[in-house]
């Protein structure tokens, strides 16, 4: 079934999807969906410029001369550790995601992890020691899965349905705009010959997390939400006025809102909302496991090499002059954020499994054709003479990488996940994705700089294997997501009678014009003739 991409036996009738595509106004020409989508880049889209410039600026700071001295130039385990912190902190705060969320909802959630990041930050620029360093990362990253589950869910649940893949795609591409930040920073501060070197970027962290805080509450509240906390008049005003600009009457707004009405209504009558649910029926499992793999295979792809150890790859060729590295580190970077930004706006062309596939292809010869030109270059140069082309070879490699990584595992993981899970588990699904993520991106954190120190090319024939297990697990095991709403695959792996359910209610209003019931505590599935258009604004 995964395998021929069939479509799965619980995909419901698209209806809110047809009756989205023939609105031919596009998104800039709506003042209140054009004012939604700027606020969401500095509230949602920034979360990922704290992950981003994280990663690049502990990759740049190893480069800092002072940084080096003050911390007495971290080898092997430390040296892990203090880049792994960040995941560790991570992994910490992910049992307390989904209630988090469920209690207070997506903004207060992204005000909260935002406010423990700056505290992280702050202590991270005073630390006195590497043990105060690690502690301030630990900090750091406790923060951030909060904030990225909820932001991720939010931006997935405000869009309207024609942008919301593109939304939840350029979510991630921020990342890059962090790390070209960060290596911008450090580059510039490389040269400073005290400690203010590395406190300057370190304090700098805190800065998109002060930019959210201030500004995410000037967003409205995820409708799926409200109508979760029987805050139905609210969630259909959200509706009404981002999706169709203020207008009750819209025929699109009360099929939307049927749906989710309907939809949220059936999930929750199935639901414990504990995270024992994610283990409770054979597509929930099946769920569970594609999100566990799919946290494993984005930071098992090799990418964490790049982004944390560049710096050593480099001195593995010979590459050993500060100044050419971090060249290298801001031009990498730059060239991650064209690519995933390109790829972004590919995701409403292409199906997911077909984007997936390539990208685990495309990393698998690119790995490949790496370990052989590596092998060539330090051999070169181990016996005294230098192979230009293979550390060119080399180098090109690390930037043919990006563009083959971010088809899939940078434009679609939060796209996909948020399409993949069902409301009603949403938040718990994409902090088990976070888990895994976190633990992986721990663990090859860790290890990258004993398996180079220790196997020096050859460590980068592990990746090549798991690269090469990472396709065939998309193959047998994703399923096709494309061209449907989050309440149309709500059942994608369940009983289609639940799909047509929802169905059923969207038919009510669409053919029979009936209108959605907005009143409290109404039953799932009910619609009743109401006068909307006379309730206040």
Not at 119 to 146: E, K
Not at 408 to 431: F, Q
Request: proline share 4%; glycine share 8%.
């Amino acid at each position: 079934m995964g395998g021929t991409g069939a479509t799965e036996s619980g995909a419901s009738d698209p209806i809110i999807t047809r009756l989205a595509n023939e609105d031919k106004v596009r998104w800039y020409r709506k003042p209140n969906l054009r004012y939604l989508y700027f606020l969401l880049f500095p509230t949602c889209m920034g979360i990922e410029l704290t992950s981003g410039f994280d990663s690049q600026m502990i990759n740049a700071l190893q480069i800092v001369p002072s940084w080096i001295s003050f911390f007495g130039n971290p080898q092997g385990s430390l040296k892990g550790i203090i880049a792994a912190a960040y995941s560790l902190g991570a992994i910490l705060s992910l049992p307390f995601i989904g209630v988090i969320n469920d209690k207070f909802g997506r903004r207060w959630s992204v005000f909260g992890g935002s406010g423990i990041m700056v505290i992280g930050a702050l202590i991270q620029g005073f630390s006195v020691n590497a043990g105060m360093y690690i502690v301030a990362r630990l900090i750091l990253g406790f923060g951030i899965p909060t904030c990225i589950v909820s932001a991720s869910s939010l931006i997935g649940e405000l869009a309207y349905p024609k942008e919301r893949p593109v939304l939840t795609s350029l979510f991630n591409v921020a990342y890059f705009v962090g790390q070209i930040t960060a290596a911008a920073i450090c580059f510039g501060t490389n040269n400073i010959a005290t400690n203010m070197a590395w406190k300057i970027p370190s304090w700098l962290q805190m800065c998109p997390s002060l930019v959210q805080m201030a500004f995410v509450f000037l967003l409205p509240e995820s409708p799926r939400w409200l109508v979760q906390h029987d805050r139905v008049e609210e969630a259909y005003d959200v509706l009404a006025k981002y999706h169709a600009e203020g207008n009750r009457e819209s025929e699109f707004v009360k099929a939307e809102f049927a749906q989710i009405q309907t939809t949220i209504n059936i999930e929750l009558e199935h639901s414990k909302k504990s995270w024992a649910d994610l283990v409770a029926t054979a597509g929930m499992r099946r769920r569970m496991l594609i999100s566990c793999m799919l946290g494993l295979f984005t930071q098992w792809s090799g990418n964490t090499l790049i982004s944390y150890y560049l710096g050593d790859l480099l001195a593995m060729i010979g590459k050993n002059d500060s100044v050419f590295k971090q060249q290298i580190n801001v031009a990498s970077s730059c060239w991650q954020l064209v690519c995933g930004t390109f790829v972004a706006f590919l995701v409403t062309k292409f199906k997911r499994r077909q984007m997936y596939l390539a990208c685990t292809i495309s990393l698998l010869c690119v790995y490949i054709s790496w370990t052989i030109s590596m092998e060539r270059a330090i051999v070169g140069k181990e016996s005294g003479h230098p192979n230009n082309s293979a550390n060119v070879a080399t180098i090109f490699w690390i930037f043919a990488y990006s563009p083959c990584y971010n088809i899939g595992y940078n434009a679609l993981t939060y796209t996909y996940l948020v399409e993949l899970w069902p409301y009603a588990e949403r938040s718990r699904g994409i902090a088990f994705f976070q888990l895994f993520g976190r633990l992986a991106g721990f663990f090859t954190t860790f290890v990258n700089p004993i398996g180079l120190a220790n196997a020096s090319w050859r460590y980068l024939i592990s990746y090549c294997c798991f690269l090469a297990f990472e396709i065939t697990f998309v193959y047998f095991m994703f399923p096709e997501t494309f061209g449907r709403t989050l309440e149309e695959l709500a059942f994608l792996f369940e009983d289609k009678a639940l799909a047509d359910e929802a169905v059923h209610a969207v038919e009510k209003v669409v053919v029979h014009h009936e209108e959605p019931a907005i009143s409290k505590g109404t039953p799932a599935g009910n619609i009743k003739t109401l006068e909307v258009g006379k309730q206040a604004a």
